[in-house]
C-alpha cells in the first residue's frame, strides 16, 4: 500500500513540475523566454519569422509572421536585460497598425518603461517611432519591462475585414534600443525656443515617427503623418505654435500640400503648404490637459514620391520640408 501511495505522490510531482515549465508558454513549439544574455545597445530585434524577438516577448503577441509579429489584446509586453548606463536610451520601433479607414483610422500606443509612461505613438502606415527613456528609469541596467498598451486593438471579425479573432493592434517588424546623447534625456521645451530642424540642430530630441533623416537646413516628413513630442510646463495657458515650411509638389499637378495639424489627438488647423511661408496655429488650453505633454502631428493625405511628380528618382512618400518651429504663450 504504501508503495503505491509513494508512486502516486511520485507521479503528482512530476505532472506538477511538467506544467510549471510550460506556464507562460502561448505557443510550445516556440522557444522560452530568455533573458539571461544581457542586451547589447543597438543590436536589432527582428519580429519577423525565423527572427530573435521570442527572447523578448513575456505576452500579449501572436506568432511571428514573414512581416512581423501582431499583438494581440490591448496590451504587449517585452522584458530585456540591459547594462548599466550613464546615458539616457533610445527605444526605436518599426511599426504598423491593424486600421480600416474610416472605421479604424490608427492605432495610439502607450509606451511604459518600468512602468513609467514615456511616449504616445499614433500608428497607421509603416514608420519607425521613437521613444526616449530617461536615465534614472532604465540606466541601472539589470532586467527592464516594456510595456505597448493598445486600447484600440480590434479583430478583423469585429470591423469586417476578415475572419481572423485576433485583438490586433501593431504590427512590429524590428526594435531597437541604443544610447543616446546625454542632452536627449527629456523632451523639456522652454516656450519661446526655436527649433531648427537642419542637420545637428537638435530638433531629434522631439521627433516621434514619420521624419525622413536631417539635411543641412530642413528635414522632411516620411509619409502621411509626422509626430513631435514636447513638455511644457502644465500652466503654461493657451499656446501659439508657428512654423516655417514648404510643401512637396508646387506643379500643376499638386499646387500645395493640404495638412491637417493636430494636437494632443485633436485637430487646431487646416494648412494648404506650398511655397516657403510661415504658419500658425493656436493651442486652447484644455488641450494640455494638466499634463504639459504636447503631442504635435502634422497629417499629410496627399504625400508623394518626387519619382511620381517626374522631379527626380527619390521614392520617399514626402510631405513638408520643415525649416523651424516654435511654441509661445499667447
Known amino acids: 500500500m504504501r508503495t503505491l501511495e509513494r508512486a502516486i505522490l511520485l507521479l503528482g510531482v512530476v505532472l506538477s513540475l511538467h506544467l510549471i515549465s510550460a506556464c507562460g508558454q502561448d505557443d510550445p513549439d516556440l522557444p522560452v523566454l530568455s533573458v539571461d544574455r544581457v542586451y547589447v545597445y543597438g543590436e536589432k530585434i ?27 489584446g490591448v496590451a504587449a509586453s517585452l522584458t530585456l536585460r540591459l547594462p548599466a548606463t550613464k546615458r539616457p536610451l533610445r527605444l526605436s520601433a518599426k511599426l504598423s497598425a491593424h486600421i480600416k479607414p474610416p472605421v479604424v483610422e490608427a492605432q495610439f500606443v502607450h509606451v511604459y518603461v518600468r512602468g513609467e509612461k514615456i511616449a504616445t505613438w499614433r500608428v497607421a502606415d509603416a514608420a519607425v517611432f521613437t521613444a526616449l527613456i530617461p536615465r534614472q528609469f532604465a540606466g541601472s541596467g539589470g532586467l527592464v519591462n516594456i510595456d505597448l498598451h493598445i486600447p484600440g486593438a480590434v479583430s478583423p471579425q469585429q470591423i469586417g475585414s476578415g ?124 488641450l494640455l490637459a494638466g499634463t504639459g505633454s504636447l503631442l504635435v502631428e502634422f497629417r499629410t493625405p496627399m504625400a508623394i514620391a518626387p519619382s511620381e511628380l517626374g522631379g527626380n528618382s527619390d521614392t520617399r512618400v514626402l510631405g513638408l520640408c520643415v525649416f523651424e518651429l516654435q511654441i509661445t504663450g499667447r
Request: aromatic share 10%; proline share 7%.
Open 46 to 72: 527582428s519580429f519577423a519569422a525565423g527572427g530573435d524577438s521570442y527572447r523578448f516577448t513575456k505576452s500579449g503577441w501572436s506568432h511571428p509572421e514573414p512581416a512581423g509579429t501582431w499583438s494581440d
Open 163 to 286: 475572419a481572423d479573432s485576433r485583438r490586433l493592434g501593431i504590427q512590429c517588424s524590428e526594435m531597437t534600443i541604443s544610447e543616446a546623447d546625454a542632452l536627449e534625456n527629456t523632451r523639456a521645451y522652454a516656450l519661446g525656443t526655436v527649433i531648427a530642424f537642419g542637420a545637428g540642430r537638435g530638433s531629434e530630441r522631439y521627433k516621434v515617427s514619420g521624419w525622413s533623416s536631417e539635411e543641412k537646413d530642413f528635414t522632411w516628413t516620411e509619409g502621411r503623418a509626422a509626430t513631435l513630442q514636447m513638455d511644457v510646463p502644465p500652466s503654461a495657458g493657451p499656446l501659439s505654435l508657428r512654423t516655417r515650411m514648404r510643401g512637396i509638389g508646387r506643379s500643376a499637378q499638386l499646387p500645395f500640400q493640404p495638412t491637417d495639424v493636430f494636437v494632443n489627438g485633436e485637430k487646431v488647423a487646416h494648412w494648404e503648404v506650398g511655397e516657403p511661408a510661415e504658419f500658425r496655429a493656436d493651442i486652447p488650453p484644455a
